[in-house]
């Protein structure tokens, strides 16, 4: 099964709003990593967290890292259309380079 | 920097048609390779690693003799489809990494249509 869970799958917002979706996984992890995809394409790496931070940030990208609840959030600032996309988040675990992806959410900006 | 190029993007073939996809890193050395397919409005899911000059290493349930991968040199690994029948139609993703404890990046995917 899966590693993470994302929350909530589908999410659709005016432009301009924030967007926050949520990622909650299983076991320890060493690395935790958020994508985007956009429809047909391959996927980009947005912003890389690790265990011991708790708080990352990157131009309008926030993230956050509960590794007690084990959980993390990908908060987008001032949304812009360009933003519609899947979101994935990805876990590795020390000592295993294989990532584990989240089921995504999918977000839609209205303009 | 760090780009990830698939080759080719797109392919349509006949059933039994072997089908081969690379996968180049082009500004910077792979020395781990990873091939994912991914079902629509599904996440992906992770088929093998494989290292440059060693054999791949793949997932539970993927057939080894039917994803044929190859990591000849630290810029290029190649998955080849081998006697692709309908069910393998998909959309597989490769992606590269320079070393452990660094990102994935990832090409944009090869979406394979057999018929």
């Known amino acids: 099964s899966q590693q993470g869970e994302e929350d909530p799958q589908a999410l659709s917002i005016q432009e301009g709003e924030n967007a926050t979706m949520n990622c909650s996984y299983k076991t320890s992890i060493n690395n935790l990593q958020w994508y985007r995809q956009n429809s047909g394409r391959g996927l980009v790496h947005l912003i890389l967290?690790?265990?011991?931070?708790r708080e990352k940030h990157s131009g309008r990208l926030r993230v956050t890292l509960d590794t007690s609840k084990k959980s993390s959030s990908l908060l987008i600032t001032a949304s812009r259309a360009a933003d519609t996309a899947s979101y994935f988040c990805?876990?590795?675990?020390?000592?295993?380079?294989?990532?584990?992806f989240g089921t995504g959410t999918r977000l839609t900006i209205i303009p | 920097g760090a780009v990830v190029s698939q080759h080719p993007s797109w392919v349509i073939c006949k059933s039994g048609t072997s089908v081969k996809i690379e996968c180049r890193s082009l500004?910077?050395?792979?020395?781990?390779m990873f091939w994912y397919r991914q079902f629509p409005k599904q996440s992906l899911m992770l088929m093998a690693t494989?290292?440059?000059?060693?054999?791949?290493?793949?997932e539970q349930g993927v057939e080894k003799d039917k994803f044929l991968i190859n990591h000849a040199s630290l810029t290029l690994s190649t998955l080849t489809v081998t006697s692709a029948h309908p069910e393998d139609s998909s959309f597989y993703i490769c992606s590269a990494r320079s070393w452990a404890d660094q990102p994935q990046h990832f090409g944009d995917g090869t979406r394979l249509s057999i018929l």
């Open positions: 494989s290292n440059e000059g060693s054999k791949a290493t793949y």
């Open positions: 500004d910077f050395q792979a020395t781990t």
């Open positions: 990805a876990t590795d675990a020390f000592g295993n380079e294989k990532l584990t």
């Open positions: 967290i690790r265990s011991n931070e």
